[in-house]
């Protein structure tokens, strides 16, 4: 009978991951292979996961200093979430106001240097 080696795993996302590895000249090398494999796909999964949670804390610090409807900066913004959250890339921030004005979260006005953001009055509300 062949040696047998079975690898199991659920990545956070609920995804069952199974890997079987059977043969008559079986090496670690194969095996130390596919347990690289499912340490890839587990890191990708919450590499996701942060991202997706940093979304939801900055749109948290946009609304907790932002939300009564008043216009604020990049540089504004910035200072907010260092404060709340740590020391975040800018240029990381500048990506997140671009999505929250393309999903409608936020009103842009004025051009570079000078943009300014609100939320929408929508979301504002807890709507």
């Given at each position: 009978?062949?040696?047998?080696?079975?690898?199991?795993?659920?990545?956070?996302?609920?995804?069952?991951?199974?890997?079987?590895?059977?043969?008559?000249?079986?090496?670690?090398?194969?095996?130390?292979?596919?347990?690289?494999?499912?340490?890839?796909?587990?890191?990708?999964?919450?590499?996701?996961?942060?991202?997706?949670?940093?979304?939801?804390e900055i749109w948290g610090v946009i609304e907790e200093y932002f939300g009564d409807g008043s216009w604020f900066t990049l540089k504004d913004l910035h200072a907010a979430v260092r404060e709340k959250l740590g020391d975040v890339k800018v240029t990381l921030l500048g990506s997140y106001l671009s999505r929250f004005v393309s999903e409608g979260r936020l009103v842009k006005r004025g051009s570079k240097p000078r943009t300014e953001y609100r939320v929408r009055l929508v979301y504002a509300r807890g709507t």
């Amino acid at each position: 009978m062949a040696p047998k080696v079975r690898i199991e795993d659920t990545l956070p996302t609920g995804e069952r991951i199974v890997i079987t590895i059977e043969g008559p000249e079986l090496s670690e090398k194969r095996v130390v292979q596919a347990l690289e494999l499912l340490k890839i796909m587990t890191a990708a999964e919450r590499n996701e996961e942060r991202r997706a949670s940093l979304k939801e804390e900055i749109w948290g610090v946009i609304e907790e200093y932002f939300g009564d409807g008043s216009w604020f900066t990049l540089k504004d913004l910035h200072a907010a979430v260092r404060e709340k959250l740590g020391d975040v890339k800018v240029t990381l921030l500048g990506s997140y106001l671009s999505r929250f004005v393309s999903e409608g979260r936020l009103v842009k006005r004025g051009s570079k240097p000078r943009t300014e953001y609100r939320v929408r009055l929508v979301y504002a509300r807890g709507t």
